[in-house]
């Protein structure tokens, strides 16, 4: 009984320091955003265009969203995906006024989906990212590239995820799941900076 009400305590706690966070617009970050901006580099360095790496974030978050499954990946988020595709194509902002978005779930390097996109369009404002020579000769168009993956995923997603067999495996654990909510990864550790916007 008393740790199950110092878990309540803490859980109280730690939703107060959240909302602080976000009165004050203060994040954290973590490797994961880290990633995100070296890859708006690398992009622009292989002469291909970051904006294109946002626009497949934005349809790679609306598969997600679109699988019952992992749907709940977005209870952190604080934002509505609907909501926050309207203000990724209203440029982050509300009746003209730039809005803020909350990280997500302060434990998630991940942030929430929706800070995601806003962090990855922030970044290419900050640093007026552009393709830097041409991009890696193709005997493929890239339109058919972007096609091709589109399918892909969409085929994945509407794949079954296969049931565990009667006799179950030999270690009698049932099959890693292969849905996309089981995709996220576990929570690494941070460093401990932090990031005002």
Sequence with gaps: MAASAERDRL????????????RRHLGHYTYEQEADEISMEL????GLDPREHV????????????????RSSF??????FDECQKLFHDDWKRDGQPVFIPLGAITDPH?????????????????????????????VPWATVQTRAKEAL??????????????????????PSTSPSALRTPPIRRRPIIDRY
């Excluded at 992009?43 to 292989?46: F, G, I, M, N, Q």
């Excluded at 626009?55 to 992992?70: I, N, Q, R, V």
């Excluded at 209870?75 to 509505?80: F, K, L, N, S």
Aim: a negative charge; hydrophobic letters at 45%; proline letters at 8%.
């Design 43 to 46: 992009l622009a360095s292989a």
């Design 154 to 175: 969409a085929a994945l997603l509407a794949a079954p995820v296969p049931a565990p067999s009667a006799s179950g495996s030999s270690s009698g654990e049932a099959p």
């Design 111 to 139: 942030h929430g989906f929706c800070y995601r996109l806003f962090n990855l369009s922030r970044e290419i404002r900050a640093h007026a990212y552009e393709p830097r020579g041409r991009g890696p000769a193709a005997t």
């Design 75 to 80: 209870d952190g988020d604080a934002i509505a």
């Design 55 to 70: 626009e497949a974030w934005l349809g790679f978050t609306k598969a997600l969203y679109d699988d019952p499954e992992s």
């Design 11 to 22: 859980a109280i706690e730690a939703e107060a320091f959240r909302a602080e966070m976000n």
